[in-house]
């Protein structure tokens, strides 16, 4: 194994620098290039320029992923899916980082990417499934370039990571290849950066300069604990303890997401190793769909933060700019309006799986032992069959 080479100064100082206590609007070491307001401004290590198409199909991304969001929650009001866990509020951090992969990059998502999910190409009724209880995720990972959803809290880290390595051994990384060089993202929460597989990742990721980007939604809740009780610092100040960069960036601004999510995974299919992105951001909905977050929060909250809401502050800034008129709005609404029946009439629809296909894919090749059990499943349910026949 190759030395770890050093870190890469050219993606920025103010990325190793300490700043101060963690502060509740996000703090001066913040990324952003489009204000609450709408406005846009300019930062001087991340800045891009954008057409004005990819600003019109992030905005789509994003109004379209919170269709999605509230058709699945209405669906579980309704006794369609058995639980949902709601994105409202992280739009931006899901839609930026989505958008700044390229084809071959892998994603390991959490249960709440969602947006992501959409990104990769993935119908949004094969989540309605998972949630519905009916699969495991009808997507293929190796197609999609995206992971099945994992529900154990921050091991999709350690997975990333190991994804990784396997592709610094495949030799698709630091190659100067833009169609051949790929970095993986690991998702998770603030929540699971107190995990101990997150950080057991962190140390292998630095060890062997793993080509991974981890890439935390900080929405301050883990479920019904604070950010304030889980760390002390914020919490990309964390990666300079494991020996790589961390950067800070307004997770509800869709331009300085993608802007940072871009430049991390360039740094990581350049051979630079893994990066830090903490995507300061706010969960606007519950934790779950059997979460009550009025009993561990204050609205006031809330109504600050809605004032922040990311699909709002780039609508304004397409108005105000005339990047989008009302023929442009009036299709998407329509657009979000079919999307929403697909997802209404589809999950009422989809079947229920047969008993036996929990045995499939679980080994690439059928063991002795798992034979067994698949045989002696089938009589038994077989004889339940005979029973009602009877």
């Not at 992971?147 to 990333?160: D, E, M, N, P, W």
């Not at 890439?215 to 604070?226: G, L, T, Y």
């Not at 799986?353 to 059928?366: C, D, Q, R």
Request: aromatic letters at 10%.
């Amino acid at each position: 194994m190759s030395p770890t080479p050093p870190h890469d100064p050219s993606f920025g100082p103010d990325l190793v620098e300490v700043f101060g206590p963690q502060q509740t609007d996000g703090g001066p070491e913040l990324v952003q290039l489009l204000t609450p307001e709408g406005e846009r401004v300019h930062h001087p290590e991340f800045d891009l320029d954008f057409s004005a198409d990819h600003l019109r199909g992030l905005y789509r991304d994003m109004v379209l992923t919170r269709r999605i969001d509230t058709e699945a929650t209405a669906l579980q009001r309704h006794g369609e899916l058995g639980i949902w866990a709601q994105l409202l509020g992280q739009e931006a951090a899901q839609i930026g980082a989505g958008r700044a992969l390229r084809p071959q990059d892998h994603v390991f998502p959490t249960y709440r990417e969602h947006g992501v999910a959409w990104c990769r190409g993935i119908d949004p009724l094969d989540l309605l499934g998972l949630f519905r209880g009916v699969d495991h995720g009808a997507w293929d990972p190796a197609e999609k370039h995206f992971g099945l959803y994992t529900i154990v809290i921050g091991a999709q880290a350690l997975h990333a990571t190991g994804y990784a390595m396997g592709m610094q051994r495949d030799g698709v990384v630091g190659t100067g290849d833009p169609d051949r060089d790929a970095a993986v993202v690991a998702h998770f929460g603030d929540g699971a950066s107190s995990q101990g597989d997150v950080n057991e990742a962190f140390i292998f990721a630095a060890s062997y300069n793993a080509p991974v980007v981890f890439f935390c939604q900080n929405n301050q809740w883990a479920i019904s604990e604070p950010i304030e009780r889980q760390s002390r610092i914020p919490l990309y100040q964390r990666a300079l303890g494991f020996g790589f960069p961390g950067v800070r960036v307004d997770g509800n601004d869709v331009l300085a997401t993608y802007a940072v999510t871009q430049a991390a995974l360039q740094r990581a299919r350049d051979g630079q190793g893994p990066t830090l992105v903490e995507a300061y951001t706010y969960r606007m909905g519950a934790h779950t769909t059997t979460d009550d977050p009025t009993r561990y929060r204050l609205s006031d909250d809330v109504e600050h933060w809605k004032l922040k809401d990311p699909i709002a502050r780039v609508e304004v800034y397409l108005k105000r700019n005339g990047l989008v008129d009302e023929t442009f709005l009036a299709d998407l609404k329509k657009e979000a309006d079919e999307l929403g029946h697909h997802l209404r009439e589809g999950c009422k629809a989809l079947p229920d799986p047969e008993p036996g296909a929990m045995f499939e894919h679980v080994y690439a090749e059928e063991t002795e032992e798992l034979r067994v059990q698949r045989e002696g499943f089938a009589a038994y349910h077989a004889g339940f069959e005979s029973e009602g026949a009877r």
